[in-house]
Nanobody, 123 residues
């Protein structure tokens, strides 16, 4: 079993910054792509950013240009630095990781999710 634990959410004023962290633990052979998603009330979950083990990143609008994703492969951790936050960024932010759990079958991967961390941006 694999667990993802997020931290760093909270309440911030518009224009402020937050840094989210997520650490994966458990029966891990290799952590592949890691990413951050968000889900606002009444809306679908959407990708914010993703990063491969070699550091290749992908960013999605509308947070592109205001966020930076990074990871620590030794710690199996992923981070999201969020700047210039807007009230419309208010959402639950989820960590996602694509994980191989069996050394004998490294091509078998499973997607795991964290429990989510609330980010609230006040105007």
């Amino acid at each position: 079993q694999v667990q993802l634990v997020e931290s760093g959410g909270g309440l911030v004023q518009a224009g402020g910054s937050l840094r989210l962290s997520c650490v994966a633990s458990g029966s891990i052979f290799r952590v592949n792509i890691m990413g951050w998603y968000r889900q606002a009330p009444g809306k679908q979950r959407e990708l914010v950013a993703a990063i491969t083990p070699d550091g290749t990143t992908r960013y999605q609008d509308p947070m592109k240009g205001r966020v930076t994703i990074s990871r620590d492969n030794i710690k199996n951790a992923v981070y999201l630095q969020m700047n210039s936050l807007k009230p419309e960024d208010t959402a639950v932010y989820y960590c996602n990781a694509d994980v191989s759990t069996r050394p004998a079958r490294p091509w078998e991967t499973y997607a795991y999710w964290g429990q989510g961390t609330q980010v609230t941006v006040s105007s």
